[in-house]
């Protein structure tokens, strides 16, 4: 085991209020595909606005189209060993939060609970009305859109919309303040396969780190916070393999 590792290992034996923070980096081990990335799914198909879906029909169109393509990836997705991981880290009773960006909801297939689990973007997993806020199963959706080409409605005539955070969309207030208080209770915040570039999500980790919480990095390849003064530790390299490694040698 590497220095850097033996570390990692170290805080997450003492850390009993840990903040996990994870992005696109962990979903790509199971199969979801990068947004991002120069390979991304934004380098062919433009992300479509809340303020557009929510006054065109062509916007709305193209929101149930984009997702009716990624939709079986995202069903046939399944939690990779970080997930797995974070989980074992909630058993031992060492979680305040599992502080999330990723839309693919394979923290809650793998088991991290409600309690803990803070899905900052939403879920893909799920669809919402937009007036009424009716909450449900996607797959019937999509397949009256599969053969309609019509975008779908809620019983009370509203647009219903994948239960995640568009571009221009606001973030839940409720969800921020539950992101904001874990941050202040946490004393070890761990950052997972993101490249802390999406405000506000990436403001947390700092927001534990800057009142001297330690705060430890994990990524392949370049961070926005990689020369911050308060990251304690920086793991260049594959999440998959270093984070679970880290939580089982921490907790045997």
């Not at 805080?11 to 199969?31: D, K, N, P, Q, V």
Request: glycine share 8%; aromatic share 8%; with cysteine.
């Amino acid at each position: 085991m590497t220095a850097e590792l033996e570390a990692l290992a170290e805080h997450i034996r003492e850390g009993r209020r840990i903040m996990l923070f994870t992005g696109a980096g962990i979903s790509t081990g199971s199969g979801i595909p990068d947004f991002r990335g120069p390979n991304g799914v934004w380098t062919r198909r433009r992300p479509v606005y809340y303020q557009d879906f929510m006054s065109s029909e062509a916007a709305r169109i193209e929101h149930w189209d984009y997702k009716l393509e990624a939709w079986a990836a995202f069903r046939a997705a399944l939690p990779n060993p970080v997930h797995h991981a974070a989980v074992r880290l909630e058993d031992a009773g060492k979680v305040v939060a599992v502080l999330t960006q990723n839309i693919d909801g394979l923290h809650a297939l793998a088991g991290s609970r409600g309690e803990h689990l803070i899905e900052l973007h939403g879920s893909n997993r799920l669809v919402e009305c937009q007036s009424c806020h009716w909450l449900g199963e996607p797959e019937p959706f999509f397949e009256e859109f599969r053969v309609s080409r019509l975008p779908p409605l809620c019983q009370c005539g509203g647009y219903l919309k994948s239960a995640t955070i568009s571009f221009g969309q606001k973030l839940d207030p409720a969800v921020l303040v539950r992101a904001a208080d874990a941050a202040r209770r946490a004393d070890l915040v761990i950052a997972l396969g993101s490249t802390l570039s999406v405000h506000p999500a990436a403001s947390f980790p700092l927001l534990a780190a800057e009142r001297g919480t330690p705060y430890v990095i994990i990524n392949r390849g370049a961070t926005d916070h990689d020369d911050h003064p308060c990251v304690s530790l920086r793991l260049e390299g594959e999440v998959t393999a270093l984070f679970p490694t880290a939580v089982e040698t921490a907790l045997a």
